[in-house]
């Protein structure tokens, strides 16, 4: 099969494999002649499209014509452009889609004494501000002896803020540093501060609410003569506490997954971001949980998702969560369409219109449970939704911060980079599995050869049961971690 068409009222399909000029190729008893050279992952039109029409992929209009589009050509920026405005009005359609039945599965994970679980049982070092983050990287070099028994590991997560910020900024660093002090793949964790920086010790501990003292201890640089031997001496003491936890049973029900894409293309929506959506649809369904972020790349498809809310409170606070992030556009004087990038348009999507309807594949077809705001931690199990750019490492450490156990990141151009939590790289296409071993986890351009959806969801279900049991994927065997902090507002 050379190509495929999504949905039966779309006007043009996507190529799967490159396709010669005058090639003749019949998809759903529509002969169609290549008047163009197809790239993988890129349109070819099924009938003439008149000038201002409208092009249809995925059952909705990804853009319209700019000009007449003959039956066979090749259908990309160079003849289509976005139909999106900062304007938009929802009503709510409230839709529900059977979820497929799956027997229990377990992994073997962490109990934590807060009842969450963890899949990881690592210390890390959480600085409050950027002043610290050599000191913080010292403390690892120096540390790794402490990486012994149930101990995963000795990381740090270093950042430029925790200073001259105000306000939005401020908070939102606040935030996520919080938050990730108490993820639960970290079995303890060390705050570093400086002693003289806006975001205080005080005002962290405030942010941070109740804490175990055996499990988070904090180190002010300024308070003492030598900062390496007293964060030397609080690590050894994190390490005796982190150490008694030892991997047990646990269901697959206690799970957070994250969903994120980068580097997409053609077959991005068609193979990679479906077998997501359809592992994500069984992981819910065994009482798990799944969130999805990168609300830029909502737009054109959010409707998509509206009509799935659970019920019109939760329907309200994602028609918020985006017309926020558009009015976060049109206050820095930007359209909410400059998407997508060179690298989506090399690979065939040609709008952000085409981009979203691939990108919300992800969600599968559950009920959204909840709306979170920036590095909010997950309350509510199914799927939810989270406040966030479509900017990787940012929405990875988003993600993190929220309480994603681990993030699957699909991808069609590949890219090595790795959130604190355990990031499962998924390419959309054979090439890149093969081209890129070092990278990529798992490989879902099967689909595109005939997988189905059900038989690669159920191999990517077991493949992240063995990553939460354990299994390091490619950019922890790399040490590739690393977090970015969403910012709006003035630096001092």
Known sequence: MKLIRINPSDNVAVALEDINENEIITINDIEVKALEEIGRGHKIALTDIEESSPIIKYGNVI????????????????????????????????????????????????KREDGKVGIRNEIWIIPTVGCVNEVAKELVRENQDLVKGSIDGLYTFTHPFGCSQLGGDHEQTKKLLSSLVKHPNAGAVLVL??????????????????????????????????????????????????GKFKR??????????????GGSDGLSGITANPAVGAF?????????????????????????????????DVFNKAVKM??????????????????????????GI?????????????????????????SEPVKIRGLNLLSGPGND??????????????????????????????TIKISTNNALFQNKPGWIDFNAGSVADGESLDSISDRLLDFVMEIASGRKTKSEEKGYREISIFKDGVVL
């Not at 904090?218 to 001496?233: A, P, R, V, W």
């Not at 309807?357 to 909840?370: E, L, N, R, S, Y």
Request: glycine share 8%; with cysteine; charged share 20%.
């Open 322 to 347: 985006v017309n926020d992030f558009k009015d976060y556009f049109v206050s820095h004087g930007q359209v909410v369409y400059e998407n997508p990038s060179p690298g989506n348009k090399a690979g």
């Open 193 to 242: 501060s400086l002693g003289c920086e806006n975001l205080t010790m005080t005002q962290f501990q405030e942010a941070l609410g109740d804490w175990n003292p055996e499990r988070v201890k904090f180190l002010t640089c300024q308070n003492f003569s030598d900062e390496i031997e007293e964060g030397t001496k609080l690590l050894k003491e994190l390490a005796e506490y982190a």
């Open 63 to 110: 853009a319209l014509a700019k000009r007449p589009i003959k039956m066979g050509q090749w259908v990309h920026t160079h003849n289509a452009k976005t139909n999106l405005s900062e304007a938009g009005e929802y009503t709510y359609n409230h839709k529900v889609f059977e979820l497929p039945s799956v027997s229990d599965k377990f992994f073997q994970g962490y």
């Open 393 to 422: 490492l940012v929405s990875a450490t988003d993600l993190t911060a929220a309480g994603a156990h681990m993030i699957l990141f699909t991808t069609g151009r590949g890219t090595p980079f790795g959130a604190p939590a355990p």
């Open 350 to 374: 040609t709008t952000l219109e085409d981009k979203s309807c691939g990108c919300v594949q992800k969600g599968g077809c559950a009920q959204i449970t909840d709306v979170l705001s920036y």
């Open 280 to 312: 994500s649809d069984k992981l819910i369904s065994m009482g798990g949980t799944s969130i999805l972020t990168e609300v830029p790349e909502m737009f054109g498809a959010e409707s998509i998702l509206f009509n799935r809310c659970l019920d019109e």
């Open 248 to 261: 047990e049973s646990c269901p697959a029900s206690s799970l957070v997954v994250g969903m994120k894409c």
